[in-house]
């Protein structure tokens, strides 16, 4: 199989039950009384957290489940040991396998960090060849997928058409449902990696009537990405290369975030064992909402209903009112500026030298310059995110808004694979299944239709 020289990766063994709460510092444990029973507990604390199931043993009585944590939108729980992605959102920091985000995107290209987020470590210059070589090969999509895109409607998503897609691809790929076996695996990350784009090129192609271009071998992955998009009649598509370089900036910030939702799907679906093309639908999906990666379209639709500079305070005004808000700006771990959001601002000015300066980059710049100043935002520490710029940049290369998620879910495959595997290779991991809090009715005997009455029941959802 090729590329068997490039390291598996992700190998995670779990915590070791005997050193649980073994701290560098001393004993490092939480002390607890329950106060319904005045029983006392000594909970371990490692890396600065507890396990919800150290809990468990807190009981008023052998009838007892045991103490649970509630915890809705996992606010404060960890679901994983993860050594790929490093976040400091206090500080503004993102490292990929400890390397700081500005770094990887001022000095490799995409397949590069792709390695690094996978793999762990910088390849070196025969593994870089290699592992080049191998999603290059893995670019094309079968005939038979190309048809399947063709049922789609011409004004269907984007975002709807590569999901669905790339779920059609586990139908094409059987052996892909082996995902214990580590070839297997490598395998599909190469495929999954390598036709990303394809399928996204597609669905822009499929959505204009466009006739489908094939994959170009001697193209950097980016520049053939841009050349299934683009290409026309022309023998030979010539992307400009401080565009390219662009995307593959873009591509770079955009590979992989921690634990967030999309990733959080891919290692819930995975851990079922479904096979990675179904699971990385499933994380798509979870990609597409306006919350998370659908956040960027949404961007340029409020600076397009903003129109002007001038507008902006009315707009500001409205959102501190509650009444909708800012996209792009806020996130869940970021409480500074978006490290990303720096980067892409930079790269905004490269490409704006080749397109020309994108009319809404003057609103945001407003609504960036209005809202950092403005006490709402400051006292929520709601900053601009990765989405709020990367609109702007992407529509001034050519780029439709209805495109934006989709090119956002083309690097952050590698970020979805790389959570997968390290989630298969962790010991410690099982089927993913959270626990609730019942608050439905007690146990209670059926009543007959006819006895139901005519106002008593709530409509169905
Ligand atoms: N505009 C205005 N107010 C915002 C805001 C925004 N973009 N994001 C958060 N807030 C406010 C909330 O209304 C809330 O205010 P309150 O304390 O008065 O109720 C407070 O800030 C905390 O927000 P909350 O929704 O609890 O934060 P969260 O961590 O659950 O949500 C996001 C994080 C990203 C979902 C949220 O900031 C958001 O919806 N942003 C816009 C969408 C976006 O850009 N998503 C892309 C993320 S990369």
Redesign the pocket.
Known sequence: MPGARWPEGGENKGIAADNLGKGTMGKEALSIVDQRTQAAYEIPIHDGTIRAMDLRQIKTGPEDFGLMSYDPAFMNTASCRSSITFIDGDKGILRYRGYPIEQLAEKCSFLEVAYLVLSGELPTEPQLKEWVADITHHTMLHETTKKFLEGFRHDAHPMGMLASTVAALSTVYPESREVLDPKVRALQIRRLIGKMPTIAAYTYRHSLGYPYVYPDNELSYTENFMNMLWKMVEPKYIANPVLARALDILFILHADHEQNCSANAMRSVGSSHADPFLATAAAAAALSGP??GG?NEEVLKMLDEIGSKDKVPAYIAK?KAGEF????????IYKNYDPRARIIKWAADKVFEVTGRNPKLEIALELERIALEDEYFIK?K?YP???FYSGIIYQAMGFQPAMLTVLFAIPRTVGWLAQWQEMLCDAEQKIARPRQVFTGQAARDFVPLEKRGVTAAPTAA
């Open positions: 919350l998370h956040a959102v808000k800012l996209m792009g700006f806020g996130h869940r929520r709601l995110n990765v989405d």
